[in-house]
């Protein structure tokens, strides 16, 4: 039986995380609260993957959690991050709880391609909704923090770097547990055999739909950190390729280790950033071939350079995410 | 004395083929019944009506007098009846101890828990004497993917005996072991369901198990009952040497 860390120790290390913030240059601060902010989506595209099901339209629940946070904050004047993060989760997943249900009758590719679908619904909506900008979207406030307002760039930065670190890091230990209880053991075993699962009494959908919904307040809380980070929100966040992103994000991790979905994250942002600098002629032809090189080397993930394989040596290769139905 | 389970006109057609045509049967409290018959005679039909896999087109099924009407196999399950597969289904890339985990948090009917260990030590102290009783606590913790096809089928079986079923549904628990482990098999799965299952019900082609486990034979041909009776006077049966065992024994 394979023993993790102790609670305690991941809040010490996510404390820690957020205090080296101070020691950071200042252009990394706002590289890692993307890159926190997107393991926190792509976190919980794993925590779905774990059932099995791999969704390609978190950007609808991105967008939900962004807008929201946006009306909100413009309409009422709740400028407090914490606050922004806790109005994006429930968005999101107030979201999840209509859509799941309805979506967990669905498997693989069929699965994927409605939740694609939705968030092109959401798209195509938000495009043609005036009251909300349009496709130029529209502007939100300066965040706060416990009614601190930061007009220094640096500390703005830090503030921000802080919250979405400390979220993501909450969100990875709660995964952490999630991953080692009853319910975490039975998404493993719907993701095998979800027939079998409803022979032992379980109820495969209602496995699916609480990942679901924990995947969309993931999806929801990121989307406050980027409109957060970037003052600004528009149809884009709904959009497909902007879901794609998130989960590259997980097939880089693997679904075995929540401390991967950060290393991934983090060394996408990497990777894109640098290749950005010096090769801005062909940079995605830079990222699409580290793609490859983690999915040829690593077929199961980042993860799984640290996390014991518990198939045998001579199985045949299985991908990172998409690998579900016993054989 | 009721019956456990009490089948009454059971109908099945797949287009042209009748799976199940006019199936009228009772069982009784812990009773050890054989089902037999050819491929195609409507026995795993049966299984997967009982189990509500397979909706009947008429007919009623009833356990312990309730009736199970088109319920879906979670809610059979909750009820009381459990079966084992001819083709184990387990969950491959976990361990046995996380298989036999999570029929323990199935039989529990409760909310699943968001934080409480799957392998809390009482949870697996459970599953590990489950899996003793079939002399299987030494792989325990080895992926179902590295074990035997003999011993999938023990753990298959083991999993469904975590509810303490009332009536057990084993699709031929010997099917896959060898000529030489058959019968090793079949003691370590009635030693193990003995102190459980009050009635058994299983699936199987070879007649020597069935004479020497079976205290009632049930023998299927074409959708229906073609003999129901005590092991000797079913396998002599003129018409099922006929079109069952083809002679044998």
Redo the contacts between chains.
Sequence with gaps: ?RRGLHPVVMIGLVIAAALFGRVLPTWTLSLATVAASNALIALGIVVLARTGNVSFGQGLFFAAGGYGVALIANSSGITDAVLQVLIGAICGGLLGLVIGPLIARYTGIFFGMLTLALSMVLYGALLKTSALGGSDGFNVGRPSLFGMVFTDTREADFMLYAVSVVTTGLAGIAAT??F???????S??VR??N?????????ANR?VT?NFVIAAVFAGASGAFALMAQRHIDPQFAYWTTSGEFVFVAVLAGYQSVAAVFVASMALELVRSFSNLYLPNTWQLVLGVFLLSVILFLPRGIGSLWIRD???KN?PPRTAITDGA?? | MNPVLSVRGLEKRFGAVVAADALTLDLAAGQRVSLIGANGAGKTTFVNMVTGYLKPDSGAIALDGMDLGRRSPRDVAKLGISRSFQIPQLFIELTACENLSVAISGARDQTLSFHAPAQAQGRRDTAIELLGRFGLADVADRPISELAGGVRKLVDIAMALVRRPKLLLLDEPTSGVSAEEKFATMDRVIHAVAPDAATIVFVEHDMDIVGRYADRVVAFYSGRILADGKPNEVLNDPEVRRYVTGGAR
């Design positions: 039986m547990i999630l080692r209880s009853e319910l975490g053991l039975a493993l075993a095998e055999n027939l079998r699962v409803e022979y032992l009494g379980l109820s496995i609480i518990r198939h045998r199985d016993a054989p």
